[in-house]
């Protein structure tokens, strides 16, 4: 299982939301690079990085930054918040991104995506942001009336990178992840999952290390290691396949 260590940028700074609530934001640095060449150095194998303000807005806000991150380390990183267009997509590829994610666009327009897929196939993945079973969308500011169940099998028979799944309740809130909700996603999809939300401790990675043989690929992790819950050195060991 590979561990993301999460990049949250707003205004040009690495931060955290509580719940996805931009009113309760805590800020962890000034400089998104610096971060990130952190993670890289204390073993990450990915980044997760987020456009918070094109998330709220629609329109990315801090795309250079996130290509002189995507430039600068030398591992692969996955991006999403804000990306609603060809052009967008384009941009962050030609950049170095490895991923982007796709989220409040392909949730009303699927056609857009099967479009993308086309041109992207596994490098496209999609967000699937959830509260009381449905899908939030505008940077969780908005929830959908699609339901996630109703939505995941939409999208079966596509070949995407993965989903990416996160119980909005619990992000930010080092409540522990949602095993309920995911094991019941991973029992409809072959499509590979990443969890995201509430991941507190090493014991918590341990918990979602057993749903591997149901298609769980990966963990995002962000408040833990920001403020010293989890050492990102102890997760990716304990991920590796000698730890």
Not at 92 to 115: C, K, M, Q
Not at 172 to 201: F, Y
Request: net charge negative; charged share 25%; hydrophobic share 45%.
């Amino acid at each position: 299982m590979i561990i993301f260590p999460a990049i949250d940028i707003k205004d040009g700074k690495v931060v955290r939301l509580f719940q996805g609530k931009f009113d309760e934001v805590t800020e962890y640095s000034g400089d998104p690079l610096v971060v990130a060449q952190k993670w890289q150095q204390q073993g990450a194998q990915w980044l997760h990085v987020v456009d918070l303000d094109g998330a709220k807005t629609g329109e990315m806000h801090n795309r250079d930054t996130i290509i002189e991150i995507a430039k600068t380390v030398s591992i692969p990183i996955q991006v999403g918040g804000g990306i609603r267009s060809r052009e967008d997509i384009q941009r962050l590829i030609d950049g170095g991104v490895a991923r982007v994610i796709l989220g409040t666009r392909v949730i009303s327009d699927h056609n857009f995506l099967l479009e993308m897929l086309g041109l992207w196939k596994k490098k496209i993945a999609i967000s699937l942001d959830c509260a009381n079973g449905f899908v939030a969308q505008r940077g969780w500011t908005e929830q959908s009336m699609v339901k996630a169940v109703d939505f995941v099998k939409g999208l079966a028979g596509l070949k995407l990178g993965c989903l990416i799944y996160t119980d909005i309740v619990r992000d930010g809130a080092l409540t522990g992840p949602d095993m309920i909700g995911l094991r019941g996603l991973l029992a409809i999809t072959d499509i590979p999952v990443i969890a995201s939300g509430g991941i507190a401790s090493l014991e918590d990675i341990r918990h979602l290390m057993s749903l591997e043989p149901e298609g769980l690929i990966g963990a995002i992790i962000g408040k833990a290691i920001y403020e010293g819950k989890i050492n990102l050195e102890d997760a990716v060991q304990l991920c590796s396949p000698r730890g």
